[in-house]
């Protein structure tokens, strides 16, 4: 299980300092569960030169190699810095900034031949789930970006779905509606490569998840953690979530050691 924290534009240096110390002097991480947090891109260089509980990851990444690209960041850049991990192809980042997939599949090859784990970020708006073609919006963007990449690197790919219509909208999406769409993408990961890198492959649920909602969510078979927003600013609600994933994960082991 892996619970990732992407603090998008939010906390002073400061205070991510403070939340890093909050964060690292409460218990050891449950068995079974990643921790990884994602800074404003200024804070990486001096977070990464301590050890912390988390795994540090970047928000983003320059599709470009070194050069003459004014406000870019490279993954080796990224790598020096002390990142593990970067989330590409967020929805916010797709919408916002003019990230399609041929931009979000050079990211993750950048992150990628750097050495890198990815979080890549998949998902549906309002509109696409509606007119009934949130599977084809979903399949279209892994296509692009991850289904091709040869199965030596897919240890460090992670996917997280994202169903932009019930981020912000008032809308909610079930637990129910999660599983079958992170069914779905594990099986177009068994159709490219094999049952092992499918199954190895963590996919993230990335659509409010919350304290109140993590047991329910994490216990469905094909949610291996979360990928939080707003829930991920508060030490002790993301602590939550991740205790949630830790829950989860001892469920599994019992299940399979009862089977």
Known sequence: ????????SNKSFNEAKEFANALTSMPPLPDGVEMMIAPPAPYLAAL???????RLGAQNVSATGPGAHTGEFTADMLQGCGVHDVIVGHSERREGYGDGDEVVAEKVNRVLEAGLRVVFCCGESLQDRQSDVHFDKVLRQMESAILHLPAEVMDRVVVAYEPIWAIGTGLTATAAQAQEMHAAIRGWLREAHDEDIAGAVPILYGGSCKPSNADELFACQDVDGGLIGGASLDSVMFREIVDAAGRAHAAQVEATSAA
């Open 48 to 54: 990464g030169s301590t050890p912390w509980a988390f």
């Open 1 to 8: 299980m892996l619970v990732a924290g992407n603090w998008k």
